[in-house]
């Protein structure tokens, strides 16, 4: 998954992959992460996107179309829901970029 994160693999693709229904496959990576397989990428993509505010200048609509949200102000509201501020206050209190 980490991999493949922004190349539009979905958790079903990953569980036909493997010959495995999406009930079960979501079952065991739930039990094995204690997370359902779509929010496991939606985590991936959050790192992602710290690590992007904080190393490079991208804008953060430039960042949201990188990890593939085709909605800014989407990615805003989800980043600020997990990560507990928006994009800019993250990259102002913790980064030197921008």
């Known amino acids: 998954m980490r991999e493949n994160l922004l190349t539009g693999v979905t958790p079903e693709k990953i569980a036909g992959e493997v010959n495995m ?7 065991m990576f739930r039990e094995y992460t204690g997370l ?3 929010n496991y990428m939606q985590e991936l993509k959050l790192q992602k996107a710290k690590y992007m505010l904080l190393s490079s200048a991208k804008s953060i609509k430039e960042i949201a179309y990188d990890l593939k949200y085709n909605d800014v102000s989407y990615f805003s509201a989800l980043f600020k ?6 994009p800019n206050k993250y990259r102002n209190k913790f980064g030197n970029a921008g």
């Open 36 to 38: 359902s397989p779509l």
């Open 21 to 27: 229904s999406y009930s079960w496959f979501r079952a």
């Open 81 to 86: 829901k997990y990560v507990g501020c928006s």
